[in-house]
């Protein structure tokens, strides 16, 4: 009896570690996209090379386990009653920036201001002590990043 | 003395009720004000504040009654209790709340209450430690540190304590986690802004165990450490691990002069 139950946890183990590993190479499955900096000040092309959809992007930028650029930005997201304070209003993004300058800050807003709060949301590297369920992935897809692009482009 | 300072804390938790819900810089926070450092007290909601302002209505209190309970209580093979070498922990303990960690030589390093506990548990008392985050351990480290309510904070970071003080210094600073976020982006650069619905504090320590309205219970600073960690998507280290400890005293020393607030009332 003993002996068949453990069997039975070995079995869960072994399909668990199964499913887990599934999920590990779907994600990487979306494969880290390079990209080239221009001046040090933006990325010039689309990281899908398709423009992103804006309103998938705001959605992005609501979502808690995705952007939550609602964390710290304040962006025109009426329904949404909490906005932090912490990084610059949002809200006319689109006329302070071009597409590849968003485009540079979301993926690695450290090039631009290396002492920024701001999370890298495009690099999967260089980080210290990254728990397991994150490790080598990236916070948005690249087809999140051009969503999100997509959409700051268009607050004027 | 005790009474003196409670009775001190007490009354300016009254200024600040009576001042009223409109909080600007400008707020006399007493106490829990000292130059540039400020209290998570003075951060937290007006009823969360009341709740702490009354030990009757303060839930945390349980677990100080239960520590006073497990003080008197006979426990191992020596057949000691903590009263058989403390006495009236009012007086043996009045300062220990505020200067831990320390310096332990036998050690070699930092220890922190809830290690000092179960150092005397296992090699005084000779009885089994207690778990981390277990209800006695809890209670008792909160039933010590209370006996140092209203006492300035005032650690030793010079001496053998400075290596291990640097080191929790570095971790402070130390960005970590898929979010590469420290200690200091939160708690020093932002502290008093939302970050989304919650409002950011300064990350002080001087009222733990505390009892988070989150958790529904009372939880020991190490518990918060690991919180912060995984939200910053780190891999958070073990509760009572030597980063802790140093961090724990970096985190005392940031906040030296705040008083002991131990049992607090926190979101």
């Known amino acids: 009896m003993v002996a068949w139950q453990s069997l039975g946890v070995l079995r869960a183990l072994i399909c ?6 599934l999920f590990a190479t779907g994600a990487a499955a979306e494969e880290f996209v390079a990209f080239k900096i221009v001046d040090n000040e933006s990325i010039a092309k689309s990281l899908t090379g398709k423009p992103g959809d804006p309103a998938r992007g705001r959605e992005v930028a609501i979502n808690r386990k995705q952007g939550n650029c609602l964390a710290c930005h304040k962006l025109p997201i009426p329904e949404q009653p909490f906005h932090g304070e912490i990084g610059p209003d949002l809200s006319t993004a689109g006329s302070t920036y071009s597409a590849g300058e968003l485009r540079l800050r ?3 807003p450290k090039i631009v201001n290396p002492d920024t709060f701001m999370p890298a949301f495009y690099r999967p590297f260089g980080l210290h002590r990254v728990s397991k369920d994150f490790q080598g992935k990236t916070i948005l897809t690249a087809e999140q990043v051009e969503d999100v692009v997509a959409y700051l482009t268009t607050l004027k | 003395m005790r009474r003196i300072a409670l009775a001190a804390v007490a009354a300016s938790g009254l200024t600040v009720m009576l001042a009223g819900t409109a909080l600007s810089d400008e707020t006399d926070w007493g106490a829990y004000e000292v130059g540039d450092k400020r209290s998570g007290y003075t951060y937290a909601a007006t009823e969360t504040r009341s709740i702490q ?9 349980l677990w100080v009654d ?3 309970e497990l003080w008197d209580t006979v426990e191992g093979e020596a057949g000691k ?7 009236d922990a009012a007086v043996s303990m009045a300062e220990v ?10 050690r070699g390093k930092l220890i922190n209450i809830e290690q000092r506990i179960n150092l005397c548990r296992t090699e005084n008392m000779k009885a089994k430690a207690w778990k981390w985050e277990s209800r006695e351990l809890l209670s008792m480290t909160a039933f010590v540190r209370n006996q140092a309510r209203g006492r300035p904070v005032a650690v030793k970071i010079d001496g053998p304590a400075a290596p291990f003080y640097e080191k929790g210094k570095e971790f402070y600073y130390q960005r970590r986690g898929q979010l590469d976020m420290a200690c200091k982006n939160c708690h020093e650069d932002n502290a008093g802004n939302m970050i989304r619905a919650n409002l950011l504090s300064q990350g002080q320590s001087n ?8 958790w529904q219970k009372v939880g020991s600073l190490h518990r918060r450490f690991r919180g912060c960690n995984s939200q910053v998507r780190a891999t958070p280290y073990k509760a009572g691990s ?10 005392a020393d940031r906040g030296r002069g705040l008083p002991v607030e131990t049992p607090a009332v926190r979101n």
Do not use: W
Not at chain 2, 81 to 87: E, F, I, L, Q, V
Not at chain 2, 207 to 214: D, E, S, V
């Open chain 2, 81 to 87: 209790a903590c009263a058989s070498c403390h006495d």
């Open chain 2, 66 to 68: 239960t520590g006073q």
């Open chain 2, 97 to 106: 709340g505020a200067i831990y960690p320390v310096y332990y030589e036998p």
């Open chain 1, 106 to 108: 979301i993926v690695n």
């Open chain 2, 53 to 61: 302002d009354d030990d009757f209505e303060n839930p945390a209190m």
């Open chain 2, 242 to 251: 030597d980063e802790y400890v140093n961090l724990e005293l970096f985190l």
């Open chain 1, 16 to 21: 668990g570690a199964g499913i887990a590993a």
């Open chain 2, 207 to 214: 009222g733990f165990p505390t009892y988070r309205l989150k």
